[in-house]
């Protein structure tokens, strides 16, 4: 996802981790296939809000871009590649 794409994300919106490395897979015990509910951006303090399990929010910069995608372009891309396009 670029910055762009995640400066557009709405409240609820969901997303995935599409990759991890060390420092988010420790500090947040995130696995690639996670889902995110996405709250919102804080641009003053560059901290992105999302909802981990209904229960615990998660923090993060907005390096977060990297490593996240949107549910919906996950879905299409498997449904393509399902139908062999």
């Known amino acids: 996802?670029?910055?762009?794409?995640l400066m557009?994300?709405?409240?609820?919106?969901?997303v995935f981790f599409i990759k991890v490395d060390e420092r988010i897979c420790d500090f947040h015990n995130h696995r690639v296939g996670d889902e995110l509910l996405f709250i919102d951006?804080?641009?003053v303090t560059q901290i992105v809000n999302f909802m981990r399990n209904s229960t615990h929010?998660?923090?993060f910069s907005y390096e977060i871009c990297?490593?996240?995608e949107r549910k919906i372009k996950i879905e299409?891309?498997?449904?393509?590649?399902?139908?062999?396009?």
């Open 1 to 5: 996802m670029t910055l762009e794409e």
């Open 8 to 14: 557009s994300l709405r409240q609820g919106e969901l």
């Open 41 to 43: 951006i804080d641009e």
């Open 57 to 59: 929010i998660s923090h």
């Open 66 to 68: 990297h490593y996240i």
């Open 76 to 85: 299409r891309e498997n449904k393509l590649i399902s139908l062999g396009i």
